[in-house]
């Protein structure tokens, strides 16, 4: 993405937005006419949209992880807990088909470390693994949410840039944003337009 505004701080490449408290000062000082000045702020919305939508396919990567890591970790305590006693699971031979076997010795597992590859740890070896897997995974996603809450602060704050504008342009053009926020525990909506009317003089 473009370098963040000078002065205001950015979040692991994430650019920063300064909110615009007067428009004109703002115009003189970066030596923008109106059309650039909004040209470039919707660019920058279009960025964080697309960073916007990175972000959110690794949430729901790592959110889908976290629950095949716990199940994991679950079989792998009942291992434990089972030692020396045998277990009967049921095992899929094919779809909708299963069949129990009985398993005397559980001292080892065998763990997907990615595609096509597997190696053999011993239970402890394997809680031990799999609960760092899941510490990382965990930690992963609370720095995903915060740099997606940071993201969409920034692009509520230029999209309130680019509504200050509006009055200074003739555009026609009629642009809705939505952004969902958390607030003690409920969801609350705030909608955004942008709303600028061609003058009488442009359509004729």
Known sequence: MASSTPG?????GIPGAEFVEDVQTYLTQSGLNVNSALAILLERLQQYKLVEMRLLAQQR?????IPDIEKCFYVVATLQTKKGTGIFPDFEVSEGIYYWARIEDNDSVCLWLEAN???EYSCEEATALLQKNLD???A???VVDADLQFLRDQATITQGN????GPLMG???NICFAREYLVDGNVFVFLFSLLFFMKLSDIV
């Open 136 to 138: 990382n995974a965990k």
């Open 140 to 142: 992963s996603l609370e």
């Open 61 to 65: 990567n790592i959110q889908a992880r």
């Open 117 to 119: 590859v597997m190696l």
């Open 171 to 173: 555009l026609s053009c």
């Open 8 to 12: 205001v701080p950015e979040r692991r």
């Open 162 to 165: 680019a509504i200050l504008l």
